[in-house]
């Protein structure tokens, strides 16, 4: 079966720093694979997504950027932390199904100070 | 992307039915009718999704109006365990990459 884990589960930085977030899937090959962010209290935000390694799309400008080195593997960097970066990170991943079923994984709860 | 509307909150008792509903008035013929919950601090999860015809499953059911403009939601009996944030999004079919758009859904509270 299919599983995706994301680390570290909660992190907290202070303003100016470097992030690294992982995400991995496990029981698949070449997924579609998304990076979401929620702010406190809002909904999710599409930030980048991958169809393939070293492709990635990014949705919006920010102070972010992501990688994909293998074909498993998502990860979302920074070079410098803002405040607004603070939230619930989440990668996700397509199930291979034709609707287009979206399966996440646990989440970085991130908060800068 | 076509945008849905949902209302911000809804509330029910413990096992009785949850009626959900979501307005999509400009959806398109390509467009698929996803919903997503989120419980508390974990990730969404798929609980169904439509085209045209009602759909029915484990979880839900989704009842489409004919024209497409709206949907609905419904939640069975509702435990403790359904409260969560339940979003409605409009996929495209054509869209290959699967990009799904979140809006900020509806909180669903059920009391005991």
């Known amino acids: 079966s299919q599983t995706i884990h994301q680390w570290p589960a909660t992190l907290v930085q202070p303003v100016g720093s470097p992030l690294s977030l992982e995400c991995t899937v496990e029981?698949?090959?070449?997924?579609?694979l998304y990076w979401y962010r929620q702010a406190a209290g809002r909904g999710l935000q599409l930030l980048f997504y991958?169809?393939?390694?070293?492709?990635i799309s990014s949705e919006v400008p920010q102070n972010l950027s992501a990688s994909r080195p293998q074909d498993r593997q998502f990860i979302l960097s920074s070079k410098k932390l803002l405040l607004s970066d603070s939230g619930f990170y989440l990668c996700?991943?397509?199930?291979?199904?034709?609707?287009?079923?979206?399966?996440f994984g646990p989440g970085t709860r991130l908060t800068v100070l | 992307d076509a945008k849905t509307t949902q209302p911000n909150s809804m509330e029910s008792n413990e096992e009785e039915p949850v009626h959900l509903p979501c307005n999509h008035s400009?959806?398109?013929?390509?467009?698929?009718i996803h919903w997503y919950r989120q419980l508390p601090s974990q990730g969404p999860e798929y609980v169904i999704h439509?085209?045209?015809s009602n759909v029915n499953n484990r979880m839900a059911s989704l009842a489409i109006a004919e024209d497409r403009k709206s949907s609905t939601l419904i939640l069975h009996r509702a435990t403790l365990r359904d409260a969560a944030v339940y979003y409605c999004?409009?996929?495209?079919?054509?869209?290959?990459?699967?990009?799904?758009?979140f809006g900020a859904g509806t909180q669903v509270v059920v009391t005991p």
């Open positions: 999004i409009l996929r495209d079919s054509t869209d290959s990459w699967g990009k799904l758009q």
């Open positions: 996700a991943w397509n199930g291979g199904t034709y609707w287009g079923e979206q399966f």
């Open positions: 400009t959806i398109s013929g390509t467009d698929y």
């Open positions: 439509g085209l045209t």
């Open positions: 991958s169809v393939g390694i070293g492709q």
């Open positions: 029981g698949t090959s070449n997924p579609n």
